[in-house]
């Protein structure tokens, strides 16, 4: 049984850092690739970061870029999501998803994923 299980939100200040992980069952990392996704109340889901499950290549959304760092652990089977300089426009619930047949023309749209995490929500306030 495919699973994948976010953790690692919370609160944090602007400025301030956090590490998202995403821990997958079911399935190798080297089989799948793993995105991260966002979504602000109101707003559509906002594709963030993916990692390659066949060569570890890395891909960002202007959005994030500088600031995210996508890795994986294959020992562990689970995906992290560094992010730094965290601002207010951050607050979301991020969710991370796993695609076997992940592009890099496909690699921002959802519906191309096969898996999703339950999510983690991510709350930037003083």
Do not use: H
């Not at 991260?36 to 202007?62: H, M, N, V």
């Not at 560094?82 to 998803?97: H, R």
């Not at 076997?100 to 991510?122: C, F, H, L, M």
């Amino acid at each position: 049984q495919v699973q994948l299980v976010e953790s690692g939100g919370g609160l944090v200040q602007p400025g301030g850092s956090l590490r998202l992980s995403c821990a997958a069952s079911g399935f190798t990392l080297n089989d799948y690739s793993i995105g991260w996704f966002r979504q602000a109340p109101g707003k559509e889901r906002e594709w963030l970061s993916c990692i390659s499950g066949s060569d570890g290549s890395t891909y960002y959304a202007g959005s994030v870029k500088g600031r995210f760092t996508i890795s994986r652990d294959n020992a562990k089977n689970t995906v992290y999501l560094q992010m730094n300089s965290l601002n207010s426009e951050d607050t979301a619930v991020y969710y991370c998803a796993a695609g076997s047949r992940i592009s890099t023309a496909t690699v921002k749209e959802p519906n191309v994923y096969d898996y999703w995490g339950q999510g983690t929500q991510v709350t930037v306030s003083s």
